[in-house]
């Protein structure tokens, strides 16, 4: 504790921190210290080097090239910086929701219609689908292969007539 | 007892010639749009802010951005300067905070160009009396001593942490008080001292070959 507060006087005596009262008092000690007189002299060195090594470097220093450089960053035009942009504007659309909902909409409707055309689209395998026809189909033949069968009109519920193809169960010319 | 180790080792070009009022005239000039005035500030201070840069960057580029951004920060910021503290304690917090963002910087750098940077430190110390300190002397032994420790002094400066660096610095070359210090870095008046004294320590201890060197050579 006693040696750091000798340091920290010591140091006060070589920065010119200390009262001159002070600064005589401790003069007067120091006479008989070798000890702190070299650690004097080492710092005074160590300045004057330091002093010396700073004038070595703005000895070589171009100030009008160093101005000329400040000016210019100076005068150019500021770029806004991170911060400062403009910040992304939202803007409240009127409607906005419903619009959502009536676009999430149509887009199900648009990928349902998408679906069923690629199913219609779909190349059937054959001889695995049954004939299929839209109503108000004229049927000018049937075809019963091996089959016996029956071709006749009935009345639908809306008292339309429907055409009814009747095929027997039993092939012909089987036992 | 040396004259040289007697209390007196204030600069009074950091103090006295700073004078305060002429800079405050010159602020308000500059607050006031005035280009003259800003140029006069720059004149009167950038060696001194060039030399405080280089004790902390160690590199004449880095230390020359350092003082580029720093003035062109004190151009944009003269308005918030309100004169509470004297301007060029304000121009050394800033010129501080400018190098050290620069070692910083450099340091994250390091892996990358760690080759490079060390043939660079190696051409320094070894440069041909870049560093000499302007001492007169007519012994070339001591002479060859001298610059060696100029070399040598740098290296040991890099070494320091940084804020040892900064009030070594601000003390030994631009010969500020305890209490400019305190002022330009924003810490405490003891922890000014008592970083001093450490990094004074610390740069005994790396040059303490070239300092005996001194001693014997006086002998």
């Given amino acids: 504790m006693e040696s750091a507060k000798a340091d920290e006087k010591l140091q006060m005596f070589f920065d010119g921190e200390l009262s001159p009262q002070e600064e005589a008092e401790l003069r007067r000690e120091l006479e008989g210290s070798t000890e702190n007189m070299a650690e004097l002299r080492q710092w005074e060195q160590m300045r004057e080097a330091m002093h010396g090594a700073a004038a070595e470097w703005t000895a070589k220093l171009d100030s009008d090239a160093l101005f000329a450089r400040i000016e210019a960053e100076v005068s150019a035009p500021e770029l806004p910086s991170e911060v400062e942009r403009a910040p992304v504007e939202l803007r409240v659309v009127p409607g906005g929701r419903e619009r959502r909902i009536w676009g999430g909409l149509a887009t199900g409707f648009a990928a349902a219609a998408a679906i069923f055309l690629a199913v219609l689209a779909w190349p059937e395998e054959p001889g695995t689908t049954p004939l299929q026809m839209a109503r108000g189909t004229e049927v000018v033949a049937v075809d019963f292969g091996a089959n016996a069968g029956t071709v006749f009109e009935v009345e639908g519920g809306a008292g339309q007539p429907l055409a009814v193809i009747w095929i027997d169960d039993e092939e012909m010319g089987m036992p | ?219």
């Fill in chain 2, 1 to 219: 007892m040396n004259q040289p180790l007697s209390s007196s080792s204030k600069s009074e070009e950091a103090t006295g010639g700073s004078s305060s009022k002429g800079d405050h005239d010159l602020v308000q000039r500059v607050q006031a749009g005035d280009s003259a005035a800003f140029r006069e500030l720059f004149d009167k201070y950038h060696r001194r802010a060039f030399a405080v840069a280089m004790g902390v960057v160690k590199n004449q580029d880095d230390a020359l951005d350092a003082v580029q951004e720093a003035f062109v920060k004190v151009h944009k910021n003269i308005d918030k300067f309100h004169g509470n503290s004297s301007f060029y304690t304000w121009l050394y917090r800033i010129v501080m905070n400018v190098s050290i963002d620069h070692v910083r910087k450099k340091s994250r750098r390091k892996s990358l160009d760690f080759d490079e940077r060390a043939l660079h430190e190696e051409s320094e110390v070894a440069g041909d009396g870049a560093l000499v300190p302007n001492l007169t002397n007519a012994n070339p032994g001591k002479a060859a001593l001298r610059r060696e420790l100029g070399g040598a002094i740098q290296t040991a400066l890099a070494e320091l942490p940084e804020h040892h660096r900064a009030v070594i610095v601000l003390r030994e070359i631009e010969g500020m008080s305890y209490e400019e210090m305190a002022e330009a870095l924003e810490v405490p008046k003891g922890t000014v001292m008592s970083r001093l004294f450490h990094a004074r320590k610390k740069m005994q201890a790396a040059l303490a070959p070239y300092l005996a060197g001194e001693e014997a050579s006086k002998d």
